[in-house]
């Protein structure tokens, strides 16, 4: 078989991790003793989800549901239940995979031009579009935000709705920019209440779009192969079955594990490890240009297409030349386009300052501008246990480093610091990943069968 990381569900991860650790200014012997010891621990001895049971959402909740699911919970992914009758008894029957708030911005990125295209020709269906159209449409539009491209999508909405024979309510008498500028409460109707967007299950956005792998481990796992698979092999969350029960027992996230680690105090190699400056773990990873960022006046739509783009979870906010930071935005973020409908007005023409100013006025974590909560920050300098506790002391999934003037020179993710407590023996997950791909691969071809 191809090298694991060859593989497109599993991505090239071998540059990062082998900078990672040749960086480390560990001793030797301290990361093989560690490593052995992980080696040695079942995954069955971690912690259980805070609240006992795993959450599972049915593939046929609608997309809002699901949201409102993920955000009563307090959590940014779960696995998706395959609920259709007489599904395999196996775990590649019963799960359909999982789903995370970085699928659902894809789709609400692609159906925001398609939703304003329904509201300029009257509904979904007068524009011409049907079920079958979403990908390919969704596909052209993503991108095109500017209001010269709105205005092509709207005027040809309308048109095809004249030829059709149909009066479109709403938009016909505007030009196709204004139509998309004051799209308010009828968007969120649109999205929600008309076909396609309201069938719009959870099984078809996981379907659509595979952003996280279902890959579980056994109770029996090591949990080196877990702190692997949510650093080195990019994964954001493991699930945990029981070897003859395809039933989820456990879902160990990047955050838990961190949590985990930050319980080691008083542990001699948690101490040292954690009393080492950043610099001496080789962080931050990235160099200062290589930090991804947008502007304050940039729009919340472009800021989300940069995350979509580079599969990061959140971006640094930032003002003038010499990159201020001034706050930042999340993937989370979406759902607040989804269950605050009034967050839609002018939704095209919402910068990402007022994108948090507006979530800054009804939060009650707001700092004193008026903003969300400010974002963590450390220097250059900070120790590794500093940032530990900062980023255990609130639901992230990074910390940006900054100077003396605020500047963003670098960013350390829960992925950077797990990978600093561990290295890979040669070929340690090569049987895991392989037996993993087969197992997704046989999935992958009785789907085809079935949808053929």
Not at 56 to 63: A, D, F, N, W
Not at 71 to 99: F, K, M, T
Not at 101 to 126: E, F, H
Not at 414 to 442: N, Q, T, W
């Amino acid at each position: 078989m191809a090298g694991p990381e060859e593989n497109a569900k599993f991505p090239s991860c071998d540059a990062y991790f082998d900078t990672i650790q040749s960086k480390k200014k560990l001793p030797l012997a301290l990361q093989e003793s560690l490593t052995a010891a992980f080696a040695q621990i079942p995954v069955a001895s971690f912690p259980d989800v805070p609240s006992g049971r795993v959450t599972e959402i049915p593939g046929e909740t609608s997309v809002l549901d699901a949201v409102r699911i993920l955000s009563e919970h307090n959590i940014r992914a779960a696995p998706v239940l395959n609920s259709e009758p007489g599904a395999p008894a196996d775990w590649q029957g019963r799960y359909l995979g999982i789903i995370e708030y970085s699928a659902i911005i894809l789709w609400v990125l692609d159906n925001a031009d398609l939703a304003a295209v329904a509201l300029s020709a009257g509904s979904a269906t007068a524009a011409g579009v049907g079920m079958g159209a979403v990908g390919a449409v969704g596909v052209a539009a993503l991108g095109a935000t500017s209001p010269a491209a709105v205005a092509g999508l709207t005027a040809a909405a309308v048109g095809a709705a004249v030829a059709g024979g149909l009066t479109a309510e709403k938009g016909v008498a505007k030009d196709g920019v204004t139509a998309a500028d004051h799209l308010g409460e009828d968007f969120y109707k649109v999205l929600l209440q008309q076909e396609p967007f309201k069938s719009t299950t959870v099984r078809s956005i996981v379907e659509s779009y595979p952003w996280s792998p279902f890959v579980p481990v056994t109770m029996d796992s090591s949990m080196l192969t877990v702190l692997l698979l949510l650093s080195k092999y990019r994964l954001r969350n493991v699930p945990v079955i029981e070897s003859d029960k395809p039933v989820i027992k456990n879902f160990i996230t990047q955050t838990s594990v961190v949590k985990g680690l930050q319980q080691c105090k008083g542990r001699d190699w948690f101490d040292y490890i954690s009393a080492l400056p950043l610099s001496d773990l080789g962080l931050p990873f990235m160099s200062f240009d290589e930090v991804i960022t947008v502007n304050s006046d940039d729009l919340i739509l472009e800021a989300f297409k940069c995350m979509k783009d580079n599969k990061i979870g959140g971006v640094p906010v930032v003002e003038g030349p010499k990159r201020k930071l001034v706050g930042s935005v999340s993937i989370r973020d979406i759902r607040f386009l989804l269950l605050r409908p009034d967050l839609f007005s002018n939704f095209r023409q919402l910068t990402v300052l007022e994108f948090m100013k507006a979530l800054g006025s009804t939060l009650p974590d707001s700092g004193g501008n008026g903003l969300v909560k400010p974002p963590l920050t450390c220097e250059p300098d900070a120790s590794m246990g500093s940032v530990i506790d900062s980023i255990g002391s609130r639901i992230t999934h990074r910390i940006y480093v900054v100077d003396g003037d605020y500047e963003v020179v670098g960013v350390v993710t829960l992925r950077d610091v797990i990978s600093c407590f561990i290295h890979e023996p040669p070929g340690f997950c090569d049987s895991y990943l392989a037996s993993a791909m087969e197992k997704l691969d046989d999935k992958g071809a009785a789907e085809s069968v079935e949808n053929s």
